[in-house]
């Protein structure tokens, strides 16, 4: 009997995710949707060519090289990076 009932909800996994696609709820995510459509097609892009002094090329290749100065560390302790409050109720 269980397995029947787990065989139907694996079957209903599929009718769920299209309640996901079914469009953007709020105007702000319409208009977010709408522009990440245009990035993607590249129809916006613009005119006029991002130069990049020689100083500024160099400044970020050495930060890009400097970050591999640093070892990855083999595990990440959690109690070492403090708290977080989750009780102060503001804004994300």
Known sequence: MKAILVCLGL????????????????????????????????KVASPKPQTVTPTERELAMQRWLKSYQ?????????????KVDSGSGGSP
């Open 70 to 82: 640093h070892d990855i560390p083999a595990f990440f302790d959690q109690e070492q990076g403090g």
């Open 11 to 42: 079957l209903t996994l599929p009718l769920t995710s299209h309640a996901i696609d079914a469009g953007p709820a709020s105007a702000q995510q319409q208009e977010t949707e709408g522009w990440l459509q245009l990035q993607g097609r590249n």
